[in-house]
């Protein structure tokens, strides 16, 4: 079909995707990157495709747009040439190790991790209700296509890591009172990374078996969350 | 002295400095976040302080400005209440180790790395001349301040490391044809990571003595650079 008015209902439904409620409401998102698309339609959850490009043609609902509409409903302000209207990710049972992030707030770092948390064979990833939005354009983007490949739950953690099994040791970061995380066994883990300015939420740590640190010179406070969660990631990957 | 008009000729110095080019030829930049103004301030760096609040006395030359002048000096959109206008930090001899970043471009990427390489205890770092400005404000901030406590070079890289003392061994990244970063033996060692899209060029890699890889799982092409950069700098540091 082709769109060629900025008004039309179509083009006003997308661009309100934007916006994290009504992704919310409607169970969709949209994908800008041309690689993410073709990664998103492997698994049947592209909805739509909006294109500038009259020469595509696809085996779903393909909407043909004009640069000005697609400006409209792009968030990068070059715009883009192929956006996917695509459905919510399913969830799935949890069956290995377990990364939860308490409150992180960068787009950037959720990406990054959803990328190393795939690299270091991580079964899921338990995202806090106050976490950035798994939805949002910078951390579809950052995540290389790589959310697709992992179950990422959004929930309460408190009530998430009070139920989890008993044979699953949850893990927090603590750069005072933490072990050394070479000398620390894992088996099923939950390793819990807090918001980029505060750590870890005084609720989580009150949950936690065990606390774990990243030995490095005093000079530095901390590491990025994102390169703390990797690394953390990365040992128990090479235990 | 009060500044109080946004035509001010210090005004608009300050707001070119928003420009790499005018940074450059005037060897200065700003900084904005209040704990980072308290780094510079012990490196007598900061050469001016651009204020709102006029209890504030510093034995520098302070410029007390209103909420407006501030916005228009100020690289955050909410403003900010106190900003320094520092000199371009100084090098130094190169004794340790070595990240050499070879066409990096993303300006939270190499905030990270500069905090990482801090943490692990590499040397310098050595920023090519085509990668992201140092002194760009997302890296600024990114560093988390620890931008005072490393050595930083911006030079051509190719002649840096032709030239570079024979007992360093420059190591590349490469998932296809390097080794485990588990099994090479460091000493002295020039870490080698690429750009974000494209990797390392091709003619840092002929420079290459080694090449390392990351152990990861399959579906992962690759890691975020900054995230690379760290886990090699943990390994060098946890030898």
Known sequence: MFLTSINNDKVKFWEKLH???FRDINQLFLIEDEHLIKEALKYNIVKEIIT?????????PTY??????????????????????TEFLKTREILGNILVLDNLQDPGNLGTIIRSAVAFNFDSI????????LYNPKVVRASEGMLFHINIVRCNIIEFLKKLDEDYKI????????????DIKFNKCAICIGNEGNGLSKEVKELCNDFAYI??????????????ASILMYEVANE
Not at 64 to 85: L, P, R
Not at 126 to 133: E, H, T, Y
Not at 215 to 228: H, I, Q, T
Request: with cysteine.
């Open 19 to 21: 916006n994290k409620k």
């Open 52 to 60: 500038t490009d009259e020469t595509k043609t696809y085996a779903i």
């Open 64 to 85: 043909y747009v004009n640069d000005k509409i697609m400006k409209k409903i792009s968030n990068q302000e070059s715009g883009a040439t192929e956006i996917a209207v």
């Open 126 to 133: 338990i995202l806090s209700d106050n976490s950035v939005d």
């Open 171 to 182: 893990i927090g970061t603590d750069v005072l009172k933490g072990k050394n995380i070479k």
């Open 215 to 228: 030995k490095m010179n005093d000079k530095c406070e901390s590491l990025n969350a994102g390169v703390s």
